[in-house]
Nanobody, 117 residues
Framework: VQLVESGGGSVESGGSLRLTCVGDRYIPPYYYMAWFRQSPGKERELVSS???????YYSDSVKGRFTILLERAENTVYLQMDSLKTEDTAMYYCAARRDWVQEYEYWGQGTQVTVAS
């Protein structure tokens, strides 16, 4: 599976962005889809994930501000980011894994999000 992200950019603090990740083929319902982020000098962080059965996860740092949405018919996962903060500045990556595999197997190339104060 090849994943392509888009939607990053620069925004002021308090603003919103919507990231999009499109897979190049049908993504079976047994896949987890996720968004990670990484900023310079920091470890990669799992921001949010979603499964077709409705299970979702949000890190404490984004809970209540970000929303993940899976449109399986479109092979697409979105990350709606509201009330952005300067600390949300990072490269954001889309990832996918089969739900019986521990590590994420497929990664996009990343899209940069910059939040200015």
């Amino acid at each position: 599976v090849q994943l392509v992200e888009s939607g990053g950019g620069s925004v002021e603090s308090g603003g919103s962005l919507r990231l999009t990740c499109v897979g190049d083929r049908y993504i079976p319902p047994y896949y987890y889809m996720a968004w990670f982020r990484q900023s310079p000098g920091k470890e990669r962080e799992l921001v949010s994930s979603i499964h077709s059965d409705g299970r979702s996860y949000y890190s404490d740092s984004v809970k209540g501000r970000f929303t993940i949405l899976l449109e399986r018919a479109e092979n697409t996962v979105y990350l709606q980011m509201d009330s952005l903060k300067t600390e949300d500045t990072a490269m954001y990556y889309c990832a996918a894994r089969r739900d019986w595999v521990q590590e994420y197997e497929y990664w996009g190339q990343g899209t940069q999000v910059t939040v200015a104060s």
